[in-house]
């Protein structure tokens, strides 16, 4: 009888421990809800003892949740239809308020994180969306962050993913950049030309006053089109050459007929009929 007892007593022992202890792991807190109510005391990570068939435990995740924010279409303030997805990183700060304030804060993060989507997607311009996408991630990062607060969530980042636009504004864009790259490219061109324009033009000046130079420059165009084993070569003569050569040549004098005592004839015309005498 007296062994009967205890074991009874024993196996009444081991049912209430097993009622009472709980394990909080080292990420999660533990809330306590007695009758109903919640306990100011938030249980540590390891073991909790509870009140067998009056109290409750609800764990907490304490670390950051990453989520995923569905594609939104949206258009912009320069009317442009795009389709922007992002994600979300979020965590518990206050694990009461997680559990009490808010049925599921999961999916109300979710869903105030879809309408600040929109929202941001309709206040910015296109080149926004593409260019300039830290100030929009820190603008939807506090419109996401202000009713997250009375929920005890605390909005670690957000991040735009992608933003997808339609093929006829690609298209557009795309013809845009080709123009800009070729504009650059004339631009570019047009530059080289005009500093290639007034090297030249000192070098033509330097030349003028030197002569010598400009047979220089010849002479190593020569060698530079001859050191490519050409079968023509073709030599342009230039006209100083032949300038320098005439002004430095001595002029032959014409034999003078009064010095020999004859007196030349007179030069006939054309219709003049010869004489015989």
């Not at 009472?20 to 990420?27: A, D, E, P």
């Not at 764990?59 to 989520?67: E, R």
């Not at 808010?102 to 309408?115: F, K, L, N, P």
């Amino acid at each position: 009888m007296v062994v009967e007892i205890l074991s009874a007593v024993v196996v009444a022992g081991g049912a209430w421990l097993a009622a009472s202890l709980r394990v909080v792991k080292q990420y999660e807190r533990g809330l306590v809800f007695r009758f109903g109510r919640v306990r100011p005391a938030i249980r540590q990570p390891g073991l909790a003892l509870l009140v067998p068939f009056a109290d409750r435990l609800q764990k907490v995740n304490m670390q950051i949740v990453t989520m995923p924010i569905p594609a939104q279409d949206g258009i912009t303030r320069d009317n442009v239809t795009v389709r922007v997805d992002a994600v979300v990183y979020f965590k518990v700060i206050d694990p009461v308020l997680a559990a009490v304030n808010v049925q599921d804060y999961r999916s109300a993060v979710g869903q105030v994180a879809q309408t600040s989507l929109r929202s941001i997607i309709g206040k910015s311009d296109l080149d926004d969306l593409l260019s300039n996408r830290e100030r929009l991630n820190e603008g939807l990062e506090l419109m996401i962050d202000s009713p997250a607060l009375d929920w005890g969530i605390h909005i670690d980042r957000v991040e735009i993913k992608d933003v997808a636009l339609p093929e006829s504004m690609k298209r557009s864009m795309s013809r845009q950049a080709e123009a800009e790259r070729e504009r650059r490219a004339r631009v570019i061109s047009a530059d080289g030309e005009l500093q290639a324009s007034y090297k030249l033009s000192q070098a033509a000046a330097t030349m003028a006053d030197t002569p010598a130079a400009l047979q220089l420059r010849l002479l190593e165009t020569v060698v530079q089109v001859s050191a490519e084993k050409n079968s023509t070569l073709v030599l342009p003569f230039p006209v100083e050459l032949l300038r320098f050569l005439d002004a430095n040549t001595p002029k032959r004098e014409a034999p003078s007929s009064e010095a020999n005592g004859q007196v030349a004839p007179a030069p006939r015309e054309p219709g003049d009929v010869g004489q015989v005498s």
